[in-house]
């Protein structure tokens, strides 16, 4: 979009806010239907609800596919098999085209977003845990696990690590227990997602893990990525493609040795897999896959300055990577299409966002725990990470501009109704 046509769109934004910020704090609550639990032990209905919620426009509670298909903005893909999906341009909120983006379905382990979200700022990056047997207890049969070992140290990083590359259950308990226990961790992620106005989820343990009653929607998981990149840290960790976590200690000619093994992102369109390439400008966010939810995906990409997000919820075609290869065709479309198509909706902003800050405890970079000591670019740390966790040459740059996106923070939201990313993507030279 051309600079003058940008500037304008910017001061009929503003011309709006007052209008806005009495939308944004009006209660939702009447839009989002109560969740039907879900049992553990059986599969979702394949029809969606009639009663959707309607939060971030009216179509968006419509069943079926919405999108405005005008002269110029090409044609939805057709083989599209997911039970839901959704795709946002990240900054406006614009909703470019969905599929029963308010269904109530089971998230698996991209509710980790909301976990993150919610508990991430809490703790610095280095502070260490000393991993105790009740640290471990009440994970689900067969959860997906990092390999944590009981009576071993691991530093809050190398646990986020675990969360978001290996979809880690033990990484996520040993948080929440840090947090003050998993009872207290749900009833915040509960809190969390009201305030992000994320009606439609329900919580029940902070992991995905399947659970009756535990629901989320391809819309509020949209939500939580585009709250959950506001932060440095969570950019971060979401991006790294690989990396040394550390292992068990043995003794070796009577000294004590720790040594580490390699956890490489499940993410497929981060990482790459023999069916799957890695999807140019991709920068996370997270997958998941449980008997309940199917596969599930929520990503971010970057494209000739246009960030995207795009949520695929359980694709009944089960082919292998079927999740990622969906996804993928909806962010080609959505980069094709963004600017030329017409918005069915939008991502609503959090109840919070009249606040210096949409989430306690975040610094202007997101950065967990307030630490703002370093004076690095982003870019050139991200980069120096990448290559300590064995990423060189396909991990992501995560660069703030300076100037550019100088305000973070709900209190933007008021102003123009725009959620500034940092620039995030800006992939690395591959050899």
Not at 46 to 63: E, F, H, I, K, Y
Not at 211 to 219: D, I, K, L, R, T
């Amino acid at each position: 979009m051309p600079a003058p046509q940008q500037t304008i769109r910017r001061s009929l934004l503003v011309l709006s806010a007052a209008l806005s910020s009495l939308a944004l704090t009006a209660p939702l609550a009447l839009a989002a239907p109560t969740p039907t639990p879900t049992s553990s032990s059986a599969s979702p209905t394949a029809t969606p609800p009639a009663d959707m919620s309607s939060v971030g426009g009216t179509r968006l509670g419509q069943a079926g596919t919405q999108v405005n298909l005008t002269s110029g903005v090409p044609v939805l893909p057709k083989d599209l098999t997911a039970r839901s999906w959704i795709v946002t341009d990240a900054e406006s909120g614009d909703v470019l085209a969905s599929h029963n983006a308010h269904w109530r379905l089971p998230p698996a382990s991209t509710l980790k977003m909301l976990f993150a979200d919610t508990v991430l700022p809490t703790f610095p990056s280095t502070t260490e845990h000393k991993v105790v047997p009740s640290d471990l207890a009440g994970m689900g049969a067969g959860s997906s696990l990092v390999g944590i070992k009981e009576g071993e140290s691991y530093t809050v990083r190398d646990l986020w690590l675990g969360v978001f590359l290996r979809s880690g259950n033990d990484a996520v308990h040993v948080l929440s227990h840090m947090y003050g226990g998993i009872d207290k961790t749900v009833a915040d992620m509960n809190a969390h997602a009201q305030d992000l106005q994320a009606l439609d989820t329900h919580v029940v343990t902070p992991d995905g893990y399947d659970e009756p009653g535990q629901v989320s929607s391809a819309y509020d998981l949209t939500l939580f990525a585009r709250s959950g990149l506001q932060k440095k840290d969570f950019r971060e960790y979401c991006s790294t493609v690989s990396a040394k976590f550390p292992g068990e200690t043995t003794t070796k000619k009577g000294k004590s040795v720790r040594g580490t093994f390699d956890i490489r992102n499940t993410n497929r369109l981060l990482s790459g897999d023999s069916d799957v390439s890695v999807y140019p400008g991709i920068a996370g966010v997270k997958n998941g896959n449980t008997t309940n939810a199917g596969a599930t995906f929520t990503g971010v990409a970057e494209r000739g300055g246009k960030v995207l997000l795009v949520t695929v919820m359980n694709p009944e075609k089960h082919e292998h990577n079927e999740v990622y290869k969906e996804a993928a065709k909806i962010l080609d479309w959505g980069f094709q299409a963004d600017g030329k198509v017409q918005p069915v909706g939008e991502l609503v902003a959090p109840k919070s966002a009249g606040q210096s800050s949409a989430q306690p405890g975040a610094t202007a970079t997101g950065e967990a725990g307030g630490d703002t000591s370093s004076k690095r670019p982003a870019a050139s740390s991200s980069a120096s990470a990448a290559e300590e966790d064995g990423s060189s040459g396909v991990g992501i740059a995560l660069a703030i501009i300076g100037g550019l996106l100088v305000v973070l923070g709900g209190g933007v939201f008021l102003v123009n109704r725009r959620w500034p990313l940092p620039d995030l993507v800006r992939r690395r030279t591959r050899p």
